[in-house]
């Protein structure tokens, strides 16, 4: 669909949820807090959304909105709060400082076991999951792996977690802070993050990828280290591949 057209749509539906609830006996701040709620959701779908910017005009769309409508003046002034608290718990503040939702695109890692050879059973890490995008085309990729994904919204960690199921790709998924997380045991990375963050995620292969562990980047280089291969998207994005230990550039 043609930008702004799926804006214009996600609106639609947080609206009409809102009226949809107000004919019912939910109480004035629920509405307003499940009609922000979905509005955050659908602002993570690539279909809807797809850059940062989008995402947060999607996102904060109802509640501007409603505050530049007559409906406004029914809200307490403490209504506001619940869908300030509605977007922080979809990007809580921890992880500003990363990458947004980034989803893979479909087809992204088609042909990558030729450069970057994984047997059955390789453990597979999706650092940074969101809604499980990754996840799925690391499963096309390596449908023998066992794959795992973190990420620290738990709203969006449930969405992940429920796309899985439905669409049968076998990730364990969990909440978590991915510099946190033990990267030891596994034998290959998977990172869509955004530039300034990957000095922080090299250091941290560095110290703990075992010999002959991958790390994979979509779209942004590791600046400090030299490439072993570079995969390319059907949509022209490299995927750029190191393994441990790693060279410098």
Not at 129 to 142: F, I, N, Q, S, T
Request: charged share 15%.
């Amino acid at each position: 669909m043609i930008w702004p057209l799926p804006a214009l749509l996600a609106w639609a539906a947080t609206w009409g949820l809102f009226f949809g609830l107000q004919r019912t006996a939910v109480p004035l701040g629920i509405a307003l807090l499940l009609a922000t709620a979905l509005g955050g959701v659908l602002a993570l779908l690539p279909i809807v959304a797809g850059t940062r910017w989008r995402c947060v005009f999607v996102a904060l769309g109802f509640p501007l909105s409603l505050l530049a409508s007559g409906l406004a003046g029914a809200l307490p002034a403490w209504a506001w709060l619940l869908p300030m608290g509605a977007l922080l718990a979809l990007y809580p503040v921890h992880a500003w400082r990363d990458a947004p939702v980034f989803p893979t695109p479909r087809g992204a890692l088609r042909g990558l076991p030729s450069l970057m050879p994984l047997p059955d059973g390789a453990r597979v890490l999706d650092a940074g999951c969101g809604l499980g995008d990754g996840l799925r085309e690391l499963h096309v990729a390596y449908p023998g792996a066992v794959l795992d994904g973190i990420e620290w919204s738990w709203p969006v960690r449930l969405l992940c977690g429920l796309r899985c199921r439905l669409q049968r790709i076998p990730a364990r998924v969990t909440r978590g802070d991915i510099w946190q997380a033990d990267w030891s045991a596994y034998d290959g990375i998977y990172l869509f993050q955004r530039p300034e963050s990957m000095p922080r995620a090299v250091a941290k292969a560095r110290q703990e990828l075992r010999a002959g562990a991958w790390m994979a980047s979509l779209e942004f280089e590791a600046q400090e280290l030299r490439p072993v291969a570079r995969h390319l998207c059907p949509d022209g994005r490299p995927v750029w591949l190191y393994r441990a230990p790693f060279r410098p550039r």
